[in-house]
């Protein structure tokens, strides 16, 4: 999961395009684009969506099967709130939040906590861990906070 331009700071322009790739999933989400999954994962990605019921993914293709079942899609994604932090070896963490429109019109909130490379085909999300976040609800470990710091 290492990215290339190792300790290269973050830009402007790689803040902007972090942004965009973060907008760029719900389109690709949205519109059932299961194609172009190569332009937000790296191949080797890590998705952990366990806190919906969903086993955690090891690759594309892995996302691409698990996504094919519609069913488990909310009919719309919203990114916002994205930070991001800057770290070592060409890799960035990003902390975002995402709003996702069910089925029955219902709003959930969700946390996304990221780890993006910067691949020769522009920043790509090497692993991302989806949290639902509800009332009552025991909050993840992985706080806001926990993101600035690299193990």
Known sequence: MTGIGAHAPLT?????????????????LDERLWDRLDRLFTPDVVYDATAFGVAPMHGIEDVRRAWS???????????TNVVIFP??????????????IDRKGRAHTIAYHDRLARTEHGWRIAQRTAILLRDGIERDPLSFLALTQWD
Do not use: C, N
């Not at 079942?69 to 990114?79: E, G, Q």
């Not at 770290?87 to 996702?100: E, H, I, M, P, Q």
């Open 69 to 79: 079942d519609l069913s488990i899609h909310p009919i719309a994604h919203h990114a």
């Open 87 to 100: 770290g070592d070896d060409g890799l960035a963490r990003v902390a975002s939040k995402g709003l996702g």
């Open 12 to 28: 402007t322009e790689d803040r902007l395009a972090i942004h965009e790739l973060m907008a760029l999933y719900g389109f690709i």
